[in-house]
């Protein structure tokens, strides 16, 4: 077995030579901290300006496959050349005549067009009402439901006062549903459930706003035990997401920006920018209280932890720029924005931070906290975690192989998963009154308000060959076993030159259900060939919400790139900063366990069903399309927070000289309270987000809640421990075919002395100066001196 001395020459270069540049960004930001933090805070105004001046429309995001292909026809056709249209149901109870048959449904219906008649005519356009051959298809069929539909006019085909004229109509609806208590007379379609929702993503954006800062405050106060450590890591957190926010409004210029992608800007942003902070906080106060002067504090944690947040937050940007792969307008701008975020946060960790604790200098742990204040800063090993690893080490196998089997059984469920995305009416609680109007309408006009989207283009659509061809389509309905419903309607779109029809099909099922998925292959493979077909010079695609499908088809099919590429480059950039190949492949299978575990959580709350009530989860049989592809780079890479982060840990100890289990027990445990404190901000953060209204949301907490707890408390204190007990010295060897990579080494100049200190700068080891107390740790009256040995660089 190795001696420690050699185990340091295997490691470390001949030479010493420049510091690395991550220490010298550091030092230099100590060192001018008014510069540093200045231009720090003139950063974050400036990406604040810049994106409130450049803010305003982003490029359209289109599906990808077929779908996207028909929404670029619609839109080619004309601005915003679909009008939104809308619906009015008219329901009598189960027990009451049919519609021919009741004269207070045909009032209401009567009353209900007249009053939508009485509005501004710049309104609405192309009212239906149940009444005559052309409004046969208004009527359900069972005969108790009728609809009164009509398109909202206006500039932009009705979009541009889409949410004032809807505001009309619903109230002319309300006055008429008041007169006619008996029934039920409510408003759903296009226009009224987009409003829903954007109020709904707004609500929820700043509901998570409001409450993930207070929280995480609330965690870093508990934490640290004093007011003002707790707020750098909040402060750090929130100027970056400010910045990457700003930023991503220039960047929508040229790139589709979604509404989900400040959502998740956000989430990101406060748990790196918090993490990064706690690493780097963390080890400053360590360093100091273990006898460290402060500027000495400083510059061994820009040695240590500083190149850990580089290297963690390196390998986030990389995960997440995976996403690109796909070529999926949707995740194009969620994508850049996170990597921002990210470059962000640390670029302000690794600048704005060091800085400001140079600044602030023994004032960082101000504002104690009674009781707990002096606790939180002691520097000390955690005795469970202690305990428990030396458990593991000891029966590896035991502890290793127990752990691993829990998690390969709640990765079970995964295997059944089904790609899915919900419906609008499944997106939002059916406590939203738009969603449930929608429900209703659904159900008793099955394929209504959402039917399949037809786009067809091309001169011949105004000839009496795709007049025959649409008649064609009515026989396919009809022998279509139910699949396909009428009313089939056409509907010109843009202006007549353009050449382009709508033709809306109803589907059978319910949106993204397994029989309107069925009904839309019927329409793509049967019924249009034989129909639409047919016609020469004709040019079609279908769209509509359940030809999302289309998305996740692409989702399936760029996932192995997307993989490939991920794991090839969390590989490289593992063994640039281990030097091992052991511990890359040991970090990247681990990961993967976690990530499989989580999938099978969320597959069995949200499309099983188990316990979905308790987040206020309506499961429709699927999971969110986009869901599983996102949480797999982004958890890929924010666990490498605690993977590099302790890691480093435990290399650092085993370059100095102890053993490899010793190394493992004292790194896991050293590292126990900052690792633990992060994993708490991180659940308790994305907990929020399984708390708001968008079904998106509640997947993305709930899985990512998961995905963290399980890294930071199983992989953490049993399985990682357990891989690198088994593997021994092997965990840290480099074979040659691997020396070309480059070193990115995490544990830096820790040895030596250094003004009158010497020690191993591991934390509560090391032994203080002669003489004096550092915040109540009283210290030894001589230093203890060791063999400066040579310290380890990049």
């Known amino acids: 077995m190795p001696t420690p001395v050699e185990r340091t020459a295997r490691h470390a270069p001949p030479t010493p030579g420049r510091k690395p540049l991550i220490e010298r960004v550091a030092g230099w930001s100590a060192e001018n901290r008014k510069t540093a933090l200045i231009g720090w805070i003139v950063c974050v105004v400036l990406a604040l300006a810049v994106g409130s001046m450049t803010g305003g429309g982003s490029p359209k995001a289109y599906d990808p496959g077929e779908s996207g292909h028909a929404q670029r026809m619609i839109d080619q056709a004309g601005p915003n050349s679909r009008p939104p249209a809308e619906s009015v149901l008219i329901q009598a109870g189960p027990d009451a005549p049919v519609f021919a048959a009741n004269p207070a449904m045909r009032k209401a219906a009567t009353e209900v067009a007249d009053a939508l008649r009485a509005l501004p005519a710049d309104t609405l356009t192309e009212l239906r009402e149940p009444t005559g051959d052309a409004g046969k298809n208004q009527v359900s069929p069972d005969g108790r439901s009728v609809l009164v539909g009509f398109s909202l006019a206006g500039p932009g085909y009705g979009w541009d006062n889409a949410d004032a004229n809807v505001a009309l109509t619903q109230a002319a609806v309300a006055k008429v549903a008041a007169a006619h208590p008996d029934l039920k007379i409510v408003e759903a379609g296009n226009a009224s459930v987009n ?112 190149r850990a947040v580089a290297v ?64 939180r800063a002691a520097a000390r090993d955690s005795r469970m975690w202690r305990a428990l690893v030396g458990q593991v080490v000891r029966r590896p196998l035991v502890w290793g192989g127990s752990v691993l089997a829990l998690m390969l059984v709640a990765a079970l469920p995964a295997l059944d998963m089904r790609l899915a995305d919900p419906s609008l009416q499944d997106e939002l609680p059916r406590s939203v009154p738009e969603i449930a109007n929608m429900v209703a309408i659904q159900d008793a006009f099955p394929g209504s308000p959402a039917p399949a989207i037809v786009v067809a283009r091309g001169p011949v659509v105004h000839g009496g060959e795709f007049d025959r061809a649409i008649t064609a389509l009515h026989r396919q309905v009809a022998d279509s076993n139910g699949a396909l419903h009428e009313p089939v309607a056409v509907v010109p779109v843009g202006e007549p030159a353009n050449n382009t029809v709508v033709v809306y099909v109803p589907l059978a099922g319910n949106t993204s259900d397994a029989p309107a998925v069925a009904a839309l292959k019927t329409l793509r493979e049967k019924a249009l060939p034989e129909s639409l077909g047919t016609v020469n010079g004709l040019e079609y695609a279908v769209t509509g919400e359940t030809a999302i499908s289309d998305f996740a088809d692409a989702v399936r099919g760029s996932t192995p790139w997307v993989f490939t590429f991920v794991l090839g480059f969390a590989f490289l950039l593992l063994v640039a900063a281990f030097r091992s190949l052991a511990v890359p492949l040991v970090s990247i299978a681990l990961n993967l366990v976690s990530i499989g ?198």
Do not use: C
């Open 195 to 306: 409003q829903a929702v954007s109020k709904a993503t707004a609500k929820d954006f700043a509901r998570a706003e409001q409450t993930s800062v207070p929280l995480t405050l609330l965690v870093l106060l508990v934490v640290f035990g004093a007011l003002v450590a707790a707020g750098i890591p909040v402060l750090l957190s929130i100027t970056a997401v400010a910045a990457a926010l700003g930023l991503m409004h220039l960047v929508g210029h040229w790139v589709p920006v979604n509404n989900s992608a400040a959502s998740v800007v956000l989430l990101v942003g406060m748990a790196v920018g918090v993490d990064y902070s706690l690493f780097y906080l963390r080890r400053v106060r360590e360093e100091r209280l273990a006898g460290r002067p402060h500027a000495d504090a400083l510059r061994v944690t820009a040695a240590t932890s500083g």
């Open 312 to 375: 963690s937050g390196l390998t986030v940007m990389v995960s997440m720029a995976g996403l690109l792969f796909t070529g999926i307008d949707t995740f194009t701008g969620m994508t850049l924005g996170t990597i921002i975020v990210v470059l962000l946060a640390v670029v302000g960790s690794l600048t704005a931070l060091p800085a400001l604790l140079s600044m602030l200098g023994h004032r960082m742990d101000a504002g104690r906290l009674p009781w707990l204040g002096r606790r």
């Open 597 to 794: 575990a989580a999938y099978g959580v969320i597959t069995w709350i949200f499309q099983e069903g188990h316990g979905s009530s308790l987040v206020g989860f309506h499961p429709y049989g699927g999971v969110i399309s986009w869901l599983p592809l996102f949480m797999f780079v982004i958890l890929f890479g924010l666990s490498m927070d605690y993977h590099v982060f302790i890691l480093s840990r435990i290399r650092e100890l085993h370059v100095r000289g102890d053993d490899g289990r010793t190394a493992v027990t004292k790194g896991i445990s050293g590292s126990a309270g900052v690792v633990t404190s992060a994993a708490a901000v991180m659940v308790a953060v994305f907990s929020i987000f399984a708390t708001l209204s968008m079904a998106d949301y509640k997947m993305l907490g709930v899985g990512m809640a998961v995905a963290v707890l399980i890294d930071a408390t199983l992989v953490r204190g049993v399985l990682l421990p357990a891989a690198l007990a088994l593997l021994g010295e092997r965990s840290w060897v480099l074979p040659g075919w691997l020396a070309w990579v480059p070193s990115l080494s995490v544990e830096g100049e820790v040895e030596g002395e250094v003004e009158g200190w010497t020690g191993s700068g591991t934390g509560s080891e090391v032994a203080p100066a002669a003489g004096g107390t550092e915040h109540g740790v009283p210290a030894p009256q001589a230093p203890v001196r060791e063999p400066v040995r040579e310290p380890v660089r990049a």
